[in-house]
């Protein structure tokens, strides 16, 4: 009866102490859970053909020296023969254009269709004009309803500038926007070789050619010459933008 008492009584005494030791461990995990610091560890990266920690890396670092030394080569190399295929293509160009305007000047029927061109085109500058100032006129006759001289002929005057004045300088802004969407256009769309042998041929051919051409067709050669560009200039961009809708 009195060791089962002794062993009741260890018995106890050992649950006492567990349960001293969950207490314990419990208020740790609590403080823990509640005073928590974060703390940063470095942590190695490998990286490439890096295959341990001795590696030294030369055969990487020798190709990589490699490769970009042949890289500046070959960049150098397009950007020399670039500046060479520009060069002369602007030679060839510039040699073109010089002979091709020495013989124009030698060309008779040319000059008398130059001339004719340019003389037609300040008549026609010289018309519009006219014929704004006469609708100015018109406009400013309301004037004359005024009854004070003084204040009818102020009137009058600068209705006429007014008028004038915008429609002039309403066609000449107008024209500036249309050569400039024009040249935008041309710039983007028909910048390159082929727009050049084109306008060489065309100017070669209405240069030497001339009078045969003014036999067949009864039309300035310098106007044949411009609707040429702009027939070429418009199927050049009809045929990129049918292109671009296929996809091609």
Known sequence: MRNEKEKLRSANVTIGECQDKIRCLTQQRDYARTHQKIVEIPVE?????????????TDYQNAKAKYETQKERLAGQY??????????????????LTTTLFQAVQSDVLLSDCKSFFHDAASFIQTFIGWTIEVGQSVAQISTKIPNPFIAGMVYWILLILIVGICVAGTGILAI????????????????????????????????FGEAIK???????????VLLQGAYVGLRCYLESYLEKRNY
């Open 45 to 57: 990266k490998p990286v490439l053909y890096e295959k341990c920690e001795a590696c030294d890396r």
């Open 79 to 96: 950007k020399a023969k670039t500046v060479m295929f520009q060069t002369t293509l602007f030679l060839l160009a510039w040699y073109s």
């Open 177 to 208: 926007l249309i050569e400039i969407k024009v040249i935008e256009l041309y710039r983007e769309k028909c910048w390159d070789v082929i727009t050049l042998l084109m306008i060489l041929t065309s100017a070669a051919v209405i240069i030497y």
């Open 215 to 225: 036999k067949a067709l009864s039309v300035n050669l310098l106007l044949l010459f």
